[in-house]
């Protein structure tokens, strides 16, 4: 007799949802199955629900976060371009509510500077409903290719080969994981999948792939680093940035964490004062809202100064120095202020619209 989805996410829950002394972890293909269970909706809303909060709880073991990777990919389709090298920026996808984060035009510049750069998520996500880079591009007047399944994936791919930027919605390329946003907004606590969805790299690029991420809770870096490494992603640069969001920090020190192809993982920090930069406080804003993040990323990239502007330009020169294109991190942050003074990473930036 086969087993129901029903069933089998019973067996699983008896063994996760058991308590911290009781509970014991699954293996990587057990892990796979159960969120294979949840994805394509063969387990009840109320036990997918029950699970997600049950392995929060119980604290993820590292097999079973790489077989719930094994089911996002799985499910996800993912394609390639015909340009050579690729960065994604993988920011989580619920977004910001408390730090200014410059993502959009931190892709821009790289593209200005010959770096095709990616950029994907939603338009809120649960628990936080922060603000996101879909959200912050709208506001700037850009039209999305967004809702149309594997058609805008294509399409995306094909801008990042002719205009070296896109943005890609979830629901296109992993509508079955978009599809849990409803049980994910009841349960109201972050599961396994705000680290995971970010990961998953849609489109890729022809020989290299690059995935620059944040993170904020020890031990995650390391993870995200084997994780991306187990789905063949050629380099991984992560951030211990503001609000687990890819911008370095320009007062102190931020913490990083790489690898490239299949050497050890290294963590390493970086100083503003690497790039002659010095500044005693936390950037301050005008503000996190859709509407305010788009101006502020407007007057970058018109060439406004100060520290929006140096943010930027830091950012971008450390995923330039890690990909390879300018090994001199001075060199990439004098490059990188260079295309937001003279207005090509702000003709770029409107390669986001199709």
């Known amino acids: 007799m086969v087993e129901s989805g029903w069933e089998a996410m019973r067996q699983f829950l008896a063994r996760v949802a058991v308590g911290p002394s009781g509970s014991r972890d699954l293996d990587r293909g057990e892990a796979c199955r159960a969120m294979r269970l949840c994805l394509d909706r063969q ?38 371009t015909r340009t050579r090298l690729l960065v994604s920026i993988a920011d989580p996808y619920d977004g910001y509510n ?53 058609e805008a994936l294509e399409a995306a791919a094909k801008r990042l080969d002719s205009q070296g930027l896109a943005y890609v919605g979830l629901e296109d390329f992993n509508p079955k994981l978009h599809a849990l946003t409803q ?9 396994t999948l705000a680290t995971l969805e970010k990961l998953i790299t849609p489109i890729r690029g022809r020989r290299q ?30 951030l211990n940035g503001r609000e687990g969001h890819t911008d370095p920090h320009l007062h102190r020190e931020t913490p990083l ?12 920090t970086v100083s503003p004062a690497d790039v002659q930069l010095r500044v005693d406080e936390p950037l301050v804003s005008a503000g996190t809202s859709p509407e305010a993040m788009a101006a502020q990323i407007q007057a970058v990239l018109s060439g406004a100064q100060g520290g929006a502007s140096d943010t930027v330009a830091f950012s971008a020169a450390l995923i330039l120095r890690h990909v390879g294109v300018f090994p001199d991190l001075s060199d990439g942050f004098e490059r990188a202020r260079r295309v937001l003074s003279n207005g090509k990473a702000r003709d770029v930036y409107a390669g986001f619209s199709v």
């Not at 964490?257 to 050497?263: P, Q, V």
């Open 257 to 268: 964490c790489s690898y490239h192809g299949e050497e050890a993982v290294q963590k390493h």
């Open 209 to 238: 792939t690059h995935v620059v991420a944040g993170w904020v809770h020890a031990g995650y870096d390391q993870l995200m680093c084997r994780v991306l490494q187990s789905a063949g992603i050629e380099s991984g640069f992560l």
């Open 183 to 191: 049980i994910r907004r009841e349960i109201a606590k972050r599961s």
């Open 98 to 150: 408390r730090t200014a984060h410059f993502a959009p035009a931190t892709a821009a510049t790289l593209a200005a500077l010959g770096v095709p750069t990616l950029l994907h998520g939603v338009e809120h996500m649960p628990p936080k409903y922060g603000t996101t880079a879909r959200q912050v591009l709208r506001a700037g007047g850009h039209t999305l290719d967004v809702g149309g399944g594997v």
């Open 43 to 80: 387990a009840t809303d109320v036990q997918i629900g029950v699970f997600l909060i049950a392995e929060r709880l119980k604290r993820e073991s590292d097999e079973e976060v790489l077989g719930f990777f094994d089911a996002l990919l799985e499910t996800s389709q993912v394609i390639s």
